[in-house]
């Protein structure tokens, strides 16, 4: 069976920049495992998985427009530490919610701290750059019903209800 709409598929990965350097991988634990078709994995990478079967090697480079997106400047915002009251001992890297204009929330991280200042950025962290898969297909089978239905995987590997 090859990978196509309605396939769940579970592949090893490791996923490097455009240096070379290890961002994520599963190596040593269990597959990632998706709904094909159903948005669970970046664009790019979905793409390139189509008409794959177990078994199949391949390297897959992922723009950020398939990615994460580009990163978008407003997005990075520089606000008085008094902001953060009540938080901990603010250090760069630490995540934290904010609000939005529209009642929302949105995930940013603290990318420099000056004086009174705190910079905070709401761009994904792999927003604006290249993704590079390495990945191997572990198996591929359709999907139930009830996985159909819900939009992901369930069981092994899986979404557990």
Known sequence: MTISENSVVAFHYTLTDDDGNTIDSSAGGEPLHYLHGAGNIIPGLEKELVGKKVGDNLQAKVSPAEGYGEMIPEMIQQVPKAAFQGAPE???????????????????????????????????????????????????????EEELQHGHVHGPGGHHH
């Open 90 to 144: 603010l250090e760069v890297g630490m995540q934290f919610e904010a609000a939005t204009q529209d009642g929302g929330r949105v995930p940013v991280t603290i990318t420099a701290i000056e004086d009174d200042t705190v910079t905070v950025d709401g761009n994904h962290p792999l927003a604006g750059k290249n993704l590079n898969f390495d990945v191997t297909i572990e198996s591929v089978r359709e999907a139930s």
